[in-house]
T-cell receptor, first 109, second 117 residues
Framework: GQNIDQPTEMTATEGAIVQINCTYQ??????LFWYQQHAGEAPTFLSY??LDGLEEKGRFSSFLSRSKGYSYLLLKELQMKDSASYLC??????????WGAGTKLIIKP | GAVVSQHPSWVICKSGTSVKIECRSL??????MFWYRQFPKQSLMLMAT?????????EQGVEKDKFLINHASLTLSTLTVTSAHPEDSSFYIC?????????????FGPGTRLTVL
């Protein structure tokens, strides 16, 4: 079956750095997405990786290793507004988006 | 600006009534739209894939006669929850996906919160 694993919840301190990991097992691979979702709102796009390596976009970076079925989202200089759920999703060989359960990130002052 | 809009943003209805949710792609024509449902503290669950001009493709376990999908144009898809019951109360989100040339980016509507009394 298809499976995406990410931690359920993480806690970090304002101003610090946090890394949210995601491992996947899917039928085929056409890219991996990271989305941010605040409570009661729809997800918003953060990043898309289809090749191995690190993609940096401001305070957020996303890394992919296809051979390991692994990705991480790195958030730097954490702000209180970064408190949200972070969803990892993989586009499989049929271009279906397979979603992880999300990681709830709690930022403490 | 917003790429996808949904209407209404929230709705409260009595058990047994039907509710229609509209999803509009504002930025580009979408031959395919996706309908998701999300229960509190759970991840998104794909309900169906809406295809313009043809029948929607439903995920396993989703009743097609209960959740009617109409994708009448390249910018509009509607989801009708028929004979709604309290267990249908959820957050319904539609999305559209750009093509390969645009990194397959998937845009989400703001969601519709349905409460069935």
């Amino acid at each position: 079956g298809q499976n995406i694993d990410q931690p359920t919840e993480m806690t970090a301190t304002e101003g610090a750095i946090v890394q949210i990991n995601c491992t996947y097992q899917t039928s085929g691979f056409n890219g991996l997405f990271w989305y941010q979702q605040h409570a009661g709102e729809a997800p918003t796009f953060l990043s898309y990786n289809v090749l191995d390596g690190l993609e940096e976009k401001g305070r957020f970076s996303s890394f992919l290793s296809r051979s390991k079925g692994y990705s991480y989202l790195l958030l730097k200089e954490l702000q209180m507004k970064d408190s949200a759920s972070y969803l990892c999703a993989v586009l499989d060989s049929n271009y279906q988006l397979i979603w992880g359960a999300g990681t709830k990130l709690i930022i403490k002052p | 600006g917003a790429v996808v809009s949904q209407h209404p943003s929230w709705v409260i209805c009595k058990s047994g009534t039907s509710v229609k949710i509209e999803c509009r792609s504002l930025d580009f024509q979408a031959t395919t739209m996706f309908w998701y449902r999300q229960f509190p503290k759970q991840s998104l669950m794909l309900m169906a894939t809406s295809n313009e001009g043809s029948k929607a493709t439903y995920e396993q376990g989703v009743e097609k006669d209960k959740f009617l999908i109409n994708h009448a144009s390249l910018t509009l898809s509607t989801l009708t929850v028929t004979s709604a019951h309290p267990e249908d109360s959820s957050f319904y989100i539609c999305s559209v996906r750009r093509g390969l040339a645009d990194n397959n980016e998937q845009f989400f509507g703001p969601g519709t919160r349905l409460t069935v009394l």
